[in-house]
DNA sequence: GTTACAAAAGTTATCGTTAACACATTAAAA
DNA sequence: TTTTAATGTGTTAACGATAACTTTTGTAAC
């Protein structure tokens, strides 16, 4: 008693057979087009509901030969720009009528072709990738791309001649972000978290050594730290130990820096901590300047000085492009779109 | 010129005749089962790479009738502690060869229901449901559940004999929470953050009270803030402001609380904002206890005492679950997974 | 030389849905 | 009354992949 037997889904053939027609025109009935008597619609009607009907989405879209559906990848969505993108993105899709499904690629290589495979595996009618380059993840999405697949990347370093671009201008955010330092009367500033990865971070590193040019600042080898190894680089919560790790570095030298650029917020809070550890004020004895403008930044004491990048607009034009190339069957020239940033003055500096 | 034409992906049709093969016989040597010859499955796999072939999953899983595939509907990803759980399911279904999909839904049943739909359109073996109730949603969820679609919730208030539950003991995390504050000697304490959705916050709401009446301490209804409207409740940072417009309400009281346990850690953030502004110091003038410990409480300050969920213990019970649901073709019973929680203290409170 | 069987392929039908076409029936227009 | 058009419904053939079955070939054993 009680064991139910794992009754299968109602297909529309079920039904037909059920009232007394072809299936036809219960599919008719189910999508609202072509003619149908108002006495056969309700009888349809009547029996779908009854058997619990569910179109199944697999056949119908093989029919269709389109999903409405996009596949967004994310490495780190514990950075609450990560969310701010996705809720952009899907905000976006969803006033065209497109369902967004997300993956999440941290780490690896490995991930992001799992998570590239199966979102391709469901058709999805196109991608948006904001997972950092690497060379596993890079090749097959080569792959993809030359298999008509329409992609949109966001701040990933992977060029091709039909994948769009959105990304912040990293460079400028960087030079601003080191300028105020220097109008502010720095002149020996660190920094944190450089990285061979060719991605966001290198920009942003080589904006701070533009504005240090610009203004005659020799560049200080000993005062810009970070890791060799781009692989295993983790984001998010975990950068914070390499912003921790860094300061001690800096603080170690032999005459300290004044200030510090760090590549990102949460490297900027590691650093902070390892500044108060050592009993030195902020922004009195160092003062220091984040990337991101993540939500924490203004609940650190003091307030962090930082970068903020316009996370809903590159959301936004991600699936614009994305849509706009799903919908026209041209093939249209790569697009590129760099926005600004902006620099966010709070207590860290002044 | 440069005008590409939109070539179709190839089909195993296509590599069939173009080596001069059965289809079949592609498709044994995609999946490398039954007898191929070697030199047959040379030619296909050196044809399906010049013609870039890659399977149409729709029809594979349509033929199969399973995706391996799970969806996660979340709501407020902003949450860190969302992350956490959908890293912990999506490694443990990746350790059982399926791929996670995540659908966001903040606010409504609206959302929550597109969410379901285009994950149940794409047939997904199974669901796994992490947003607050909402009728029109539950109602959906319903439909889903008896169309044989295997759930599994977490945190969820829905009843059904065969939807598992997964959840932490906000009832006994509440008490806890108050009972420490108690243990410090505090008699006036007051809850921000009510509301009436009767979700996890009740639970929390109710373990005050709890506490309250076994310490004999009678409970003081203006002491109680929060809203009565639950529909169009917003989680996340979101909620801070209301932290902060609560703790107002209970600063501006005849006579105030000498301490405050806040529905989360956002809520608890925003009253502490209201606190400083008022010239009060924490934990002297006013403790506060927050519920879910983000990462962000460490950086508080003062850092905030607060009740950690074990989130990736959820996320892991809620794949096991699900997997065990899917892989038994039994009708199983219903399942309820309690997990506790652990107070953390910190200086909010001492 | 027949039997036996593994290996290598092809054939057919199906998963559930729907576009395209065909065939009735009815109603309106000429 | 005949023509024309609209309405209601059925049939067929895909979409792309594959399970289940059949056929053919090769070859070793008796």
Redesign the interface.
């Known amino acids: 008693m009680g ?2 037997k ?4 109602a297909t529309l053939s079920d039904i037909a057979a059920n009232v007394g027609v072809a299936p036809m025109t219960v599919s008719r009935v189910m999508n609202g087009n072509g003619y149908v008597s108002e006495e056969t619609r309700e009888k349809v009607m009547r029996v779908a509901k009854e058997m ?1 009907y ?9 029919k269709r030969q389109r ?1 409405e ?1 996009i596949g967004l990848v994310l490495g780190d ?2 950075n ?1 720009y ?2 701010e993108l ?2 952009a993105i ?1 905000e976006t899709l ?1 006033a065209h009528g497109y ?6 690629s ?1 780490h690896s290589a490995k991930e992001d072709i ?1 998570a590239f495979e ?1 979102l ?4 999805v009618d196109g991608l948006i990738v904001a997972t950092r380059s690497n060379k596993g993840g890079d090749e097959y999405l080569k ?2 791309v ?3 697949v329409p992609v949109v990347l966001i701040g990933r370093d992977f060029q091709h001649p039909s994948v769009d671009f959105v990304s912040t201008d990293n460079l400028n955010g960087g030079f601003e972000a080191t300028r105020h330092l220097i109008d502010l009367g720095h002149r020996r500033i660190g920094f944190i978290g450089a990285t061979l990865s060719g991605g966001s971070s290198l920009k942003r590193l080589q904006g701070y050594l533009n504005a240090l040019e610009q203004h005659q600042i020799p560049v200080d080898e000993r005062l810009i730290t970070g890791r060799k190894e781009s692989i295993s680089e983790v984001p998010g ?1 975990s950068t914070e130990k390499m912003g921790y790790e860094g300061m001690k570095r800096l603080l170690s030298l032999p005459e300290r820096p004044t200030a510090v650029f760090a590549r990102n917020d949460f490297t900027a ?1 590691g650093a902070m901590t390892a500044i108060k550890e050592a009993g030195l004020r902020i922004p009195e004895d160092i003062a220091i300047v984040g990337f991101d403008d993540i ?2 930044a203004i ?3 003091p307030t962090l000085t930082t970068v903020r990048q316009p996370m809903r607009l590159q959301g936004q034009f991600a699936a614009q492009m994305l849509l706009q190339r799903i919908e026209s ?3 249209e020239e790569r697009r590129e779109q760099i926005l600004n940033c902006e620099l966010i003055i709070r207590k860290s500096t002044v």
């Open positions: 064991k139910v794992p009754k299968k889904q619990n569910r179109r199944n989405g697999l056949a119908h879209n093989l999903t559906t969505i514990s609450p990560s969310t996705a809720n899907r969803s369902n967004l499904f997300i993956c999440i941290e799992a199966s391709v595996n469901h058709s792959g993809i030359e298999s008509n919560y809070i939500p924490l609940h650190t004491s069957s041209e093939t």
